[in-house]
T-cell receptor, first 113, second 114 residues
Framework: SQELEQSPQSLIVQEGKNLTINCTSS?????LYWYKQKYGEGLIFLMM?????EEKSHEKITAKLDEKKQQSSLHITASQPSHAGTYLC?????????????FGKGTLLTVNP | NAGVTQTPKFRVLKTGQSMTLLCAQD?????MYWYRQDPGMGLRLIHY???????AKGEVPDGYNVSRLKKQNFLLGLESAAPSQTSVYFC?????????????FGEGSRLTVL
């Protein structure tokens, strides 16, 4: 079974609409990272969450890590075409040395003008 | 600011051929990683390194070898390429510390094995 589940797999919204992407881990999260990827390009770091209940915002994007630290949500307010791309969550489940991230399969976001 | 640089960006191989992908980072990071990205499979960790001279297996290491002879470089080798290794390969680096440990990614290397 997948250790890190993202939902939905894809999302089409009208410009100006709000949307939420979820990321659920089957293991305890010691850190949760959100990245954005445009087609054919590398991953761009958005935000990192470490503490249960933590919430961070950057421009119109807000990410939260739930209290039990096994789920995160990414919320975009008043979406714009520039928000289009694939959003990936990455999880640090190691809790110790050999720091590495496991990634979800991604959520493809399309924003129609 | 170069960050993480991968070479080559595109390569076509025939089955059985060998090749090496080079990753270079200029951020003095201890940790480096090689991932592959396939449609419907997401990013999967192949091998990683926690410092110069060290390597470790990730989720999908079979068919690949790696070396970290210098801190700034991490090489991914395919000794005998197979069509199943057709993929986009991403290198990443990080400081390895949780407080500032986000991964910085290269732009990817697209490999096709015929």
């Amino acid at each position: 079974s997948q250790e890190l589940e993202q939902s939905p797999q894809s999302l089409i919204v009208q410009e100006g609409k709000n949307l939420t992407i979820n990321c659920t881990s089957s293991k305890t999260l010691y850190g949760l990272y959100w990245y954005k990827q445009k087609y054919g390009e590398g991953l761009i770091f958005l935000m990192m969450l470490q503490k249960g209940g933590e919430e961070k915002s950057h421009e119109k994007i807000t990410a939260k890590l739930d209290e039990k630290k096994q789920q995160s949500s990414l919320h975009i307010t008043a979406s714009q075409p520039s928000h289009a791309g694939t959003y990936l969550c990455g999880a640090d489940n190691s809790g110790g040395s050999n720091y590495k991230l496991t990634f979800g399969k991604g959520t493809l976001l399309t924003v129609n003008p | 600011n170069a960050g993480v640089t991968q070479t080559p960006k595109f390569r076509v191989l025939k089955t059985g051929q060998s090749m090496t992908l080079l990753c270079a980072q200029d951020m003095n990071h201890e940790y480096m990683y090689w991932y592959r990205q396939d449609p419907g499979m997401g990013l999967r960790l192949i091998h990683y390194s926690v410092g110069e001279g060290t390597t470790a297996k990730g989720e999908v290491p079979d068919g690949y070898n790696v070396s970290r002879l210098k801190k700034q470089n991490f090489l991914l080798g395919l000794e005998s390429a197979a069509p199943s290794q057709t993929s986009v390969y991403f290198c990443a680096s990080s400081s390895g510390t949780r407080d500032t440990g986000e991964l910085f990614f290269g732009e990817g290397s697209r490999l096709t094995v015929l």
